[in-house]
T-cell receptor, first 112, second 112 residues
Framework: NAGVTQTPKFQVLKTGQSMTLQCAQD?????MYWYRQDPGMGLRLIYY???????DKGEVPNGYNVSRLNKREFSLRLESAAPSQTSVYFC???????????FGAGTRLSVL | EDQVTQSPEALRLQEGESSSLNCSYT??????LFWYRQDPGKGPEFLFT???AGEEKEKERLKATLTKKESFLHITAPKPEDSATYLC?????????????FGEGTQLTVNP
């Protein structure tokens, strides 16, 4: 039972570099989410996709873009990484019916 | 704006010493309140959903309760394996796409 799979698990970038975080779920869920988690800040929503073909901004979308590639996959792109984007990034998915979100193991990103 | 405040930030217990974690929330109509457990280096894991004041749910040594302004996570006779960060989140009635607002969490340590 894979659930929600995130790649990579760890990444170090230099300021100004770009990268894409990948997320895939095998639970046939409609909704997918990207969060960042910082000490003392809790989990903050970056972007979400309520269903295939739609994406919406969350609480902290600046500096990020997303793509809902298909029902399974939802990617997060940093076009020009900044040290303030150093964080742990979590992807989650939910059916929508019971609103329970299931999380991946996270990507630990450092921007130097 | 939806707000979730968890207290205490950290709690140390001896094995067998029961206690409670608090989650105070402000939301424009509650659709659901969620409790998650997060182990170090992992993504949050779903524990409970509560929908209306007076509702209670139990799982092993954990019991979650809900009032109109707060939720408690009661831990009875905890064991070292209960050590984790416990996260509370709310979903507002007007929220689209199952969006959740998370608190910062309570870090629980249970000493043997």
């Amino acid at each position: 039972n894979a659930g929600v799979t995130q790649t990579p698990k760890f990444q170090v970038l230099k300021t100004g570099q770009s990268m894409t975080l990948q997320c895939a779920q095998d639970m046939n869920h409609n909704s997918m989410y990207w969060y960042r988690q910082d000490p003392g800040m809790g989990l903050r929503l970056i972007y979400y996709s309520a269903s295939e073909g739609t994406t919406d901004k969350g609480e902290v979308p600046n500096g990020y873009n997303v793509s809902r590639l298909n029902k399974r996959e939802f990617s997060l792109r940093l076009e020009s990484a900044a040290p303030s984007q150093t964080s742990v990034y979590f992807c989650a998915s939910s059916r929508g019916a019971d609103n329970i979100q299931y999380f991946g193991a996270g990507t630990r990103l450092s921007v130097l | 704006e939806d707000q979730v405040t968890q207290s205490p930030e950290a709690l140390r217990l001896q094995e067998g010493e029961s206690s409670s974690l608090n989650c105070s929330y402000t939301v424009s109509g509650l659709r659901g309140l969620f409790w998650y457990r997060q182990d170090p280096g992992k993504g949050p894991e779903f524990l409970f959903t509560l929908y209306s004041a007076g509702e209670e749910k139990e799982k092993e040594r954990l019991k979650a309760t809900l009032t109109k302004k707060e939720s408690f996570l009661h831990i009875t006779a905890p064991k070292p394996e209960d050590s984790a960060t416990y996260l509370c989140a709310v979903q507002a009635e007007e929220t689209s796409g199952s969006r959740l607002t998370f608190g910062e969490g309570t870090q629980l340590t249970v000493n043997p």
